[in-house]
């Protein structure tokens, strides 16, 4: 499992946590979870500048 804090300034800490099946985004009461494809689709979404 790797984990990635996404912590700004703000009182909030999302992480985002990869296992072999699945991705958390969030933190705890805003939490969604993605299949790895979903994930992969978000990411090149995000990199060609789609959302």
């Known amino acids: ?3 990635v804090s996404l ?3 703000s009182s909030c800490c999302p992480v985002v946590k990869i296992t072999g099946e699945k991705v ?3 933190e705890e009461g805003n939490l969604r ?5 979903e994930c ?3 990411k090149t979404k995000v990199l060609n500048k789609e959302v």
């Open 24 to 26: 958390e985004i969030g």
């Open 40 to 42: 992969e689709t978000l």
């Open 33 to 37: 979870v993605l299949k790895l494809d």
């Open 7 to 9: 912590c700004g300034g």
């Open 1 to 3: 499992m790797k984990i």
